[in-house]
């Protein structure tokens, strides 16, 4: 095991509206800081709150968090899961991107939001929720590629 290979996932709210262009910008210079401080991720925006993935060495990931703590862009920045992995999830990507649109119809039957169970407060619904999303993420991103 990498001793300093740590992941941290947090949840935020954006403090501003976030348009296609904002999320472009922001996303950009995401990945363009990630490259210089060996961080990959991913990044989910939906309903104006923010979902990221920041994994690499752990003091660049705690610096990410501080950045991003201090950005006035975004409020109620919240610690879901740090913990010190094996491998990265995104060995690839400076910064995954994947929209998620609001349905205006109601879900399907055992439909559950990825962001409420990662904002239930229990941290085995939490955990079991991030490595669900990861998969999902990570499936979609394959699919698209292929």
């Known amino acids: ?22 999320l472009a910008r922001l996303l950009e210079s995401s990945r363009v800081a990630n490259v210089g401080t060996d961080l990959s991720g991913l990044l989910l925006f939906r309903g104006g709150r923010f979902l990221q993935v920041l994994e690499g060495p752990e003091p660049a990931v ?3 968090l501080d950045r991003i703590g201090n950005d006035p ?3 109620d920045v919240r610690v ?4 010190s992995i094996e491998e990265r999830r995104f ?8 929209p998620l649109g ?4 109601a879900p399907p039957e055992g439909f559950r939001d990825s962001f409420d ?3 239930s407060g229990d941290a085995t619904v939490t955990a079991r ?18």
């Open 102 to 105: 609001t349905s205006t119809s």
């Open 117 to 119: 169970d990662l904002d």
């Open 129 to 146: 929720a991030l490595a669900e999303l990861t998969l999902w993420f990570r499936v979609r991103s394959a699919r698209r590629a292929a």
């Open 62 to 64: 705690r610096d990410a």
């Open 73 to 75: 862009r975004h409020r």
């Open 1 to 22: 095991m990498t001793d300093d290979l740590f992941s941290l996932t947090y949840s935020s709210t954006a403090s501003v509206p976030f348009g296609d262009d904002e």
């Open 80 to 83: 879901l899961v740090s913990e």
């Open 91 to 98: 060995p690839d990507w400076t910064m995954g991107y994947e």
